[in-house]
C-alpha cells in the first residue's frame, strides 16, 4: 500500500509515519508538508529512506495534490494550523489550511482517484465543551474557538463531498495527544522545558480545565484501524478516557521531575477557553481498538524523552514559544 499523509513533519504526522513504516514493511509513504512554524524534519530522522518520500508543499495547491492524489491508495489527511492560541490572533491562516485545504484533496480525490481511502483527522474540540457525560459521534458541533470552527467546517466538508460523490472517506476525532516530538509551546512540552529551567509554569485561569489525554501512538493505531477497517462516511471518536484537569497534570510532571509545586503561575485564561473535552470512544472500541498506554506511564515517559533530547527541542525555543499567554501576541 502507498499512502499519502498530509502535514506528516508535525507532530502526530511523524510519529503516525514512524508508526506504520515499522510495522507494515511493504507500506511506501509520501509525507506532504508546507514546513511551517511546528513541523521538523528531525522528527523523522532515521525513517527507512526505500519507502519514505518527503514533498515540500502546500495542501491548498490543486496541482500538487492532483498529482500525489493519482499515485497512492489512501490519503490521511493530518496537516493542520493546530495552536487555539495563534487562532485567537490570526484565524486566516487557520481558514486556508482546515477548510480550503481540505477541500482542495477532496476536489482532487473526486476528479482523480474517487475510490481512494481517505481519512480525515479531526478533533474533539469542533463539540465545543460538555459538563458532563461524553460526546458521541451523533452529537452536534459547537465550536469555541477559530482553530476548532476551522477544524469542523473541514469536517463538514468531508461529509457533504463523501455523501453527493460517494467517497471512501472517513473522520476520526481524537482527545489531547501527548508523547514524542509535540512542539513545545504545548501544553506538556511547554511545561518540561519551563520547569527543567526553573522558570515559573504557566497555567490559564485556575488549571481546572479537562481535558482526556491520549499518548500519540495509541492515536496512531487508532488511526491505522480506521483506515483498515472503518466504514465509508462514519466519524470515529477516540478517546483514552483518562481525563485530568491541567493542573493536575502540571503537578505530575513537576512531580516525575522532582521540582517544586512553587513553579506553578495562574494567567489570565484564554478567551473562550473550553471547560472540559469528553468523548465517547465506543464506536471504534467495537472495531477492536483498545489504548495501551496509562496516563501515567506516558506521561513519564514524554518527561523522559525530553529530557534525554534537548538536540531536538532546544533549536525551537524562543520567547514567544514559551510565553505565558500566546494568544495576547501578534504572531
Ligand atoms: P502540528 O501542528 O504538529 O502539525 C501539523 C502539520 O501540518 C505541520 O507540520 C504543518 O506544517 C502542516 N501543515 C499545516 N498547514 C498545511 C498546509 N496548508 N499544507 C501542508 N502542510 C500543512 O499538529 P498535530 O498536533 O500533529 O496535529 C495533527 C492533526 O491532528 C491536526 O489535523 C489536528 O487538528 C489533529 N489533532 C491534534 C490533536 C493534538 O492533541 N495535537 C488532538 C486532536 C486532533
Known sequence: MKVLVTGGAGFIGSNFIRYILDKHKDWEVINLDKLGYGSNLDNLKGVDEDRYTFVKGDMTDFELISKLVKEVDAIINMAAETHVDRSISNPYSFIESNIIGVYTILEAIRKYNPEINFVHVSTDEVYGDIEKGSFTENDRLMPSSPYSASKAGGDMLVLGWAR?????????????????????????????IRALNNLK???????????DWLYVLDHCSGIELVLEKGERREIYNIASNQEKMNIEVVKMILKI???????????EDRPGHDVRYSLDASKIRELG?????KFEDGLKETVEW???????????INEKVLHPTPWKLKW
Open 164 to 192: 453527493t460523490y460517494n467517497l471512501d472517506a472517513k473522520i476520526t476525532r481524537c482527545t489531547n495527544n501527548y508523547g514524542p516530538y509535540q512542539f513545545p509551546e504545548k501544553l506538556i512540552p511547554k511545561t518540561i
Open 201 to 211: 509554569v504557566p497555567i490559564y485561569g485556575r488549571g481546572e480545565n479537562v481535558r
Open 257 to 267: 521531575m522532582g521540582k517544586s509545586e512553587d513553579l506553578i503561575e495562574f494567567v
Open 289 to 293: 481498538w483498545r489504548p495501551k498506554f
Open 306 to 316: 525530553y529530557l534525554n533530547n534537548e538536540w531536538w527541542w532546544k533549536p525551537l
